[in-house]
């Protein structure tokens, strides 16, 4: 055993354990997005940086080894302006989204995105439990509102937007009409007077960490589309779940899979980072779908750590993701000689859960 002080703590460890396996024996809790237990060490993201007080010097606490008489600082001033800096440069490439911009307009923050997929979906029971849990003891504020959702749909960019609110409308008269059938008597459903909805009154989406895409071409618009199902009917008139799923099918999805699940997000809104407004524009914006295992990769949203590529590095039976390139163009793909079709059929699980962001995701 050997003996190093993190952050004043006197650690014991065993030679060979690194500075972040000491922290986490100490409770001490350093974040990480390029490292993942049980898979080899990489250090390309640097959020694990910490200083090592003797020799003036920053570390990867995950690739660095604890070496007796260590004294190791984990969360001084100097080390979290240096994890600032890492996390700024990865958001600064980071071309995504976390929420799409139905929901960060709508003044009562409605999971719009959610609602649609489930409608898509054919699971009617969970878009009504949806919108009834959103509405719970008030009246859906659709009702008084303008449609900022609409406004804010990018696929009026393209032909018109989704039947958002008038979707919202017949599901929740649907729920008061079951409610009215069953004598239901709640005093708790009594809808309220509302005032008219405006964009300033909802306290707490708005405030929250929002990843942007920059600007976005005409062309990296239509990749949204990829998500889309249905032959292309549109409807404005929402008077059935059928009429509500077909125009739900139109929703291009420009949300994130992994909006509440996003290691890259969680770092940022702990280190108080604000997503900067100009982007590098390494590679347009772009949707691989594998159709054969479900698997959707978007490229933008790729922080280049490579736990999809270590954690199946050892497969031999099919074609796995890679880095191609080099330098500041190098990305993760399909190999050169594949399908994207061809890749991870039965490894896709595994390459979605170790993902950091929304990158790796599976389709609907």
């Not at 003044?107 to 979906?121: D, F, K, Q, S, V």
Request: net charge neutral.
């Amino acid at each position: 055993m050997i003996s190093i002080t993190i952050d004043n703590h006197k650690v014991a460890v065993k030679e060979g354990d690194t500075i972040l396996k000491a922290a986490e024996k100490a409770g001490i809790v350093i974040p990480t997005l390029c490292h993942k237990d049980g898979v080899e060490h990489y250090s390309s993201c640097m959020v694990c940086i910490v200083k090592d007080i003797k020799k003036n010097s920053f570390l990867p606490s995950c690739s660095a080894m604890a070496k007796e008489g260590m004294e190791i600082d984990a969360s001084g001033e100097a080390v979290i302006m240096m994890r600032k800096k890492a996390v700024s440069m990865l958001l600064t490439e980071h071309r995504a989204e976390c929420e799409a911009p139905c929901r960060i307009v709508c003044p009562a923050g409605y999971n719009i995105p959610l609602m649609n997929r489930m409608l898509t979906a054919a699971d009617y029971e969970g878009a009504t439990n949806l919108i009834r849990s959103e509405t719970a003891a008030e009246e859906l504020k659709c009702i008084s509102c303008k449609a900022y959702c609409e406004n804010a749909c990018r696929r009026k960019k393209i032909d018109e937007p989704l039947s958002i609110r008038n979707t919202r409308i017949f599901i929740y008269e649907h729920i008061n009409r079951h409610v009215a059938a069953d004598k239901v008597i709640d005093n708790n459903l009594k809808p309220v007077v509302q005032k008219n909805a405006s964009i300033g009154e909802e306290p707490n989406l708005r405030k929250r960490f929002f990843s942007k895409t920059g600007r976005i071409e005409d062309n990296e618009l239509k990749e949204w589309l990829k998500e889309c199902s249905g032959d292309g009917t549109r409807y404005r008139v929402i008077d059935d779940f059928e009429s509500a799923s077909k125009e739900a099918g139109s929703c291009m999805h420009c949300d994130c899979r992994a909006a509440s699940n996003c290691r890259l997000r969680e770092v940022a809104e702990s280190l108080s980072l604000k997503d900067p407004s100009g982007k590098i524009v390494n590679l347009p914006l772009a949707k691989k779908i594998n159709h054969r295992s479900g698997l959707i990769f978007e490229n933008g949203k790729c922080i280049k750590c490579g736990l999809c590529v270590r954690v199946c590095e050892d497969s031999k039976e099919e074609p796995v993701l890679c880095f191609i390139n080099r330098g500041f163009i190098s990305v993760i793909s399909e190999p050169l000689t594949e399908e994207f079709d061809n890749t991870l059929i039965t490894q896709t699980d595994i390459c979605v859960s170790v993902c950091p962001t929304g990158a790796l995701a599976k389709f609907r």
